[in-house]
């Protein structure tokens, strides 16, 4: 199946940084979703981006679908924003729509 | 906001006992998804549905079964719960109105002794 590596792991800012996250993927996809699992473990729909660019406030995401990768750009960071971040895909042949998720970058942002 | 509760929201129970989970949206969806979350393994996929009575396997579906007998309602079964089934559980919709998008419900935190 296909493999979903995001990087980095972890990372830690101070409030008011900038930061890019990165979700590589092994094959052509047809769905790329961004979510935010918060503190409280609720998962949050970001984006949906199988290719091109999209903006939502602080955030915006980038596809280069045909470099299987994605970007999740996060502008003057709050410390709401902490959090896990998954990048998740579906490819054509993959029936359902079901979603392989990455492990996710585990966001802090201190004051 | 996608109209999804899950219940219950945590679970204790004992091994080889039989565990329901179950997911209830309001939004008439007709693709419905099980996920469990383990720390290292993000989210893996368990169950879907495709509609009433549809239903088919994910990458981690021994040990589990479900069924979905309404639109609105779809439900984990844990036939003689195990303490590697202990996790966190997601129930998700998939809307299809601009792009296939996932929408998950709260969790629920199962504990196996």
């Known amino acids: 199946g296909i493999q979903v590596e995001q990087s980095p792991p972890d990372l830690i800012l101070q409030e008011g940084a900038n930061s890019t996250l990165r979700c590589n993927f092994s094959?052509?996809?047809?769905?790329l979703q961004w979510f935010h699992q918060n503190p409280w473990g609720q998962l949050i729909n970001l984006f949906y981006?199988?290719?091109g660019t999209k903006q939502n406030g602080r955030l915006s995401a980038t596809t280069v679908a045909t470099e299987r990768y994605s970007l999740l750009y996060i502008s003057s960071s709050q410390t709401t924003d902490s959090g896990v971040y998954f990048c998740?895909?579906?490819?054509?042949?993959?029936?359902?729509?079901?979603?392989?998720f990455g492990e996710g970058t585990q966001l802090t942002v201190n004051p | 906001d996608a109209g999804i509760t899950q219940s219950p929201r945590h679970k204790v129970t004992e091994t080889g006992t039989p565990v329901t989970l179950r997911c209830h949206q309001t939004e008439n969806h007709r693709y419905m998804y099980w996920y469990r979350q383990d720390p290292g393994h993000g989210l893996r996929l368990i169950h879907y549905s495709y509609g009433v009575k549809d239903t088919d396997k994910g990458e981690v579906s021994d040990g589990y079964s479900v069924s979905r007998s309404k639109t609105e309602d779809f439900l984990l079964t844990l036939e003689s719960a195990t303490s590697s089934q202990t996790s966190v559980y997601f129930c998700?919709?998939?809307?299809?109105?601009?792009?296939?998008?996932?929408?998950f419900g709260p969790g629920t935190r199962l504990l196996v002794l």
């Open positions: 094959d052509s996809v047809n769905n």
């Open positions: 981006i199988p290719s």
């Open positions: 998700a919709i998939r809307k299809t109105g601009g792009g296939e998008t996932q929408y």
């Open positions: 998740a895909v579906s490819t054509w042949e993959t029936s359902g729509s079901r979603l392989t």
